[in-house]
């Protein structure tokens, strides 16, 4: 009777159906399932409490439309809830989700951003509306039940993975279920949510939670988020595609070998001014950055590995106050190496190369506590001034008897692409290698002992001898 069909609108309703009959498939739901949903609706949806919420998904329905007689309220509730009741006749054109035989054309009242009656834009044969059979108009029915109200609009989330869509759905449906039981008790209005973006980043860590506390098994998979309001006032969606890679990046970095790094991003992300008491308002510049990705990858990693902070954020915005210097324990290679791995997609040997040569730094500026090094190495600019800086380190070490700070091939890996071609990403590489040297200076307790290597003031102008290597 009910299944999943690859449109999200009916694949989020069919999954809070099956929810709401505390099953596993819609193909296990009976039409005595549907009945006991349809009347629940009936009844949540009829009464005031999910008013402004209705609105903006169905609007000029029965459900919110108060002029609308008894006889046309009954036969919007025949044909919106409890259609799945009624046989269809064999002319019927096909359901255009399902392929069984439909109920009749539907329109905006019926499915969110669709055209309405008077309008002329045809379908499928010609006809005006959409078919779709009763089985897929409840499920679309269901929608606001499987959905979080967000910024005035339904935010829903469908997965490649049926099974993975049922579970946020099933969370949206508790969580409606017990804001109106909530709301019975007082005249409360429904509540609305802000920051979409945080908003659905926060419920894919849930998730992510959720896996892990059922011991799921993890294989790739992608979620698409559809926040769309089918209001009067203007209809309108904004699809956010949430990539494999992203999603598998989350999985694990909120697990608990990356837990302690990544809860203090998470946590210093915060936008000013907000109020644990109401939480589902504010915004985390981590979580909507990460929507970015893979865009501005080393920005990202110079941001929140690296502790840089965003000179020109506006006043509120945590990046502004972002410090090395008070949040050296926040800098993590092993998280930044995961990035690299899932999100960067950056070559193995390389992270290697990376990983070892900041070892290598790390160890030489302790042992020889080369203070001047470490400046080049943090503020250098400009390629040559970081590889005069390698080479120069590089030969005192041999001339001390020991091996130099990198090894030619290295060198290569890491910084160029071939002998003297520089890599457009040399910049990158030098971040990343930083934040290991970071993480092991302060394990070692490098930076307590020398407080003024990372202040502000420093020597960065460029000596005849280095002036001369860039030019010849
Ligand atoms: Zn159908």
């Known amino acids: 009777m009910l ?8 694949d989020v309703g069919a999954a809070t159906l099956t929810a709401f009959a505390e099953k596993e498939r819609p193909e296990h739901l009976t039409s005595d399932d549907l009945q006991v949903a349809a009347e629940y609706m009936e009844k949540v949806y009829m009464g005031k409490h999910m008013n402004s919420f209705l609105v903006c998904v169905f609007p000029n329905s029965a459900y919110v439309n108060p002029t609308s007689g008894a006889d046309k309220k009954q036969q919007f509730l025949d044909f919106h809830l409890y259609g799945f009741r009624q046989a269809a006749t064999p002319e019927a054109p096909p359901c255009v989700a399902c392929g ?3 109920l009749g054309p539907t329109f905006r009242q019926h ?8 309008v002329l834009n045809f379908f499928p044969n010609a006809q ?8 897929c108009l409840l499920a679309i029915a269901a929608l606001p039940l499987g959905a979080l109200k967000c910024s005035g609009r339904a935010l829903i989330l469908h997965a490649d993975d049926d099974s993975i869509t049922l579970d946020f759905a099933r969370e949206h449906l508790e969580r409606n279920r017990r804001l109106l039981q909530l709301a019975g008790q007082s005249n409360s209005k429904y509540p609305d949510a802000k920051e ?19 011991g799921s098994e993890t294989r790739a998979l992608s979620l698409t988020a559809y926040h769309f ?10 699809i956010y595609h949430l990539p494999s890679q ?11 070998r990356y837990a302690s790094a990544w809860n203090a991003i998470v946590r210093r992300a915060w936008w000013a001014g907000r109020d644990a008491s109401d939480a589902a308002d504010t915004r985390n510049v981590f979580y909507e950055d990460l929507l970015r990705l893979p865009d501005n990858a080393p920005l990202f990693i110079r941001r929140y590995f690296l502790r840089e902070a965003y000179r020109a954020a506006p006043k509120d915005d945590p990046r502004g106050g972002y410090n090395l210097a008070a949040e050296l324990d926040v800098v993590s290679w092993p998280l930044t190496d995961l990035f690299l791995r899932k999100v960067v997609n950056m070559d193995r040997s390389r992270i290697e190369a990376i990983r070892a040569l900041g070892d290598r730094l790390a160890e030489y500026i302790e042992s020889q506590n080369d203070r001047r090094f470490w400046r080049r190495l943090y503020t250098a600019d400009k390629y040559y001034i970081l590889r005069n800086a390698l080479i120069k380190a590089s030969e005192s070490e041999i001339k001390a008897g020991r091996p130099p700070l990198i090894t030619f091939d290295d060198f290569i890996l890491v910084f160029e692409e071939g002998e003297e071609l520089v890599r457009t990403d040399w910049g990158l590489a030098r971040d990343l290698a930083l934040i290991r040297v970071i993480e092991q200076l302060h394990a070692r307790q490098w930076f307590a002992k020398n407080p003024e290597a990372l202040s502000e003031e420093s020597d960065t102008s460029e000596s005849d001898e280095e002036k001369e ?3 010849a």
């Open 128 to 135: 005006p509306g959409l078919p779709l059979c009763g089985a």
């Open 229 to 238: 309001t089918n209001s009067g006032q203007g209809p309108d969606i904004d």
């Open 111 to 118: 499915v969110p951003l669709l055209t309405g009656e008077d």
């Open 196 to 214: 979409v973006r945080t908003r659905l980043m926060e419920q894919l860590c849930a998730w992510a939670e959720r896996q892990r506390r059922r």
């Open 100 to 102: 069984q035989r439909a």
């Open 3 to 10: 299944r999943y069909t690859g449109h999200p609108f009916v």
């Open 246 to 256: 992203l999603v598998d990046f989350v999985r694990t970095a909120t697990g608990a």
């Open 469 to 471: 290597a860039a030019t």
